[in-house]
T-cell receptor
């Protein structure tokens, strides 16, 4: 069964540094998402992406965050100047089309900011 | 805006006993409803979904859930649990809208602990 893959599985970064989290969505999917889960808290929506542009973003997704689909397969989340509170598990998800089709999640990238 | 409430942060259950994990939601518009499971060090796996039609939906691993519109609930049940069901369970909703790209709103999760 096709899977959403995320790399790296664990990223350690110094505060203030830029970090890029990478995702390869399922190949025929059209909608892409990023979520984060701070340790011990619930999964929170960050952003959705369709047709090469952001469709929706949450209040968390401020100017330090950006997303990109640089080629036909990758979907990236960039955090420009990381803060301690950015430490979390970041999940990428994709779904094939609009409507109620469920989102398929990757295994996540654990981001640790020192 | 939508919100999802999972009242129980932890539910301990003996093996082979039945279990119900509660989920209530709040939304001013119609929503789709989902249950996801997260095993340790893994991503979120879809258990089941409610889009429309029959209010009782069956999912993987013997789980089922019932949508109750009047009570705005979507409780998850399994008649007989196994040790392998130990995991974190998340209820989530997404808005039924024309855009189609709506993100999921999750509850805080319920940790199901199966005791031998």
């Amino acid at each position: 069964e096709p899977e959403v893959t995320q790399t790296p599985s664990h990223q350690v970064t110094q505060m203030g540094q830029e970090v890029i989290l990478r995702c390869v969505p399922i190949s025929n999917h059209l909608y892409f998402y990023w979520y984060r889960q701070i340790l011990g808290q619930k999964v929170e929506f960050l952003v959705s992406f369709y047709n090469n542009e952001i469709s929706e973003k949450s209040e968390i997704f401020d100017d330090q965050f950006s997303v990109e689909r640089p080629d036909g397969s990758n979907f990236t989340l960039k955090i420009r100047s990381t803060k301690l509170e950015d430490s979390a598990m970041y999940f990428c998800a994709s779904k094939p089309n609009r409507g109620g089709q469920p989102q398929h999640f990757g295994d996540g990238t654990r981001l640790s900011i020192l | 805006a939508q919100s999802v409430t999972q009242l129980d942060s932890q539910v301990p259950v003996f093996e082979e006993a039945p279990v119900e994990l509660r989920c209530n939601y709040s939304s001013s518009v119609s929503v789709y409803l989902f249950w996801y499971v997260q095993y340790p060090n893994q991503g979120l796996q879809l258990l089941l979904k409610y889009l429309s039609g029959s209010t009782l939906v069956k999912g993987i691993n013997g789980f089922e859930a019932e949508f109750n519109k009047s009570q705005t609930s979507f409780h998850l049940r399994k008649p007989s649990v196994h040790i392998s069901d130990t995991a974190e369970y998340f209820c989530a909703v997404s808005v039924i809208s024309g855009g189609g790209a709506d993100g999921l709103t999750f509850g805080k999760g319920t940790h199901l602990i199966i005791q031998p």
